[in-house]
């Protein structure tokens, strides 16, 4: 987990979850933002969901924040 999370601050790639609780911790200002999903979905309504949250949004308004959708 620590060389994925490191990839993804180094890149300022958002990280997509179910394990919201343990990846929170490592929201930093201007790094990474990390989303967390329910894991009781299917790919399908992961892809809808994710796909409504930020379509539409600047990219930058998910660096360094924890949201749970």
Same mark, same amino acid.
């Given at each position: 987990?620590?060389? %994925?999370?490191?990839?993804?601050?180094? @890149? !300022?790639?958002? $990280?997509?979850? =179910? &394990?919201?609780?343990? %990846?929170?911790?490592?929201?930093?200002? @201007? !790094?990474?933002? $990390?989303?967390? =999903? &329910?894991?009781?979905?299917?790919?399908?309504?992961?892809?809808?969901?994710?796909?409504?949250?930020?379509?539409?949004?600047?990219?930058?308004?998910?660096?360094?924040?924890?949201?749970?959708?």
């Amino acid at each position: 987990m620590r060389i %994925f999370i490191k990839k993804a601050i180094g @890149n !300022k790639c958002l $990280v997509l979850t =179910i &394990n919201f609780k343990d %990846f929170r911790r490592f929201v930093k200002d @201007n !790094k990474s933002g $990390v989303i967390g =999903i &329910n894991s009781q979905l299917s790919n399908g309504n992961i892809d809808k969901l994710v796909a409504k949250f930020i379509s539409g949004k600047n990219p930058q308004d998910f660096l360094g924040k924890g949201t749970k959708i």
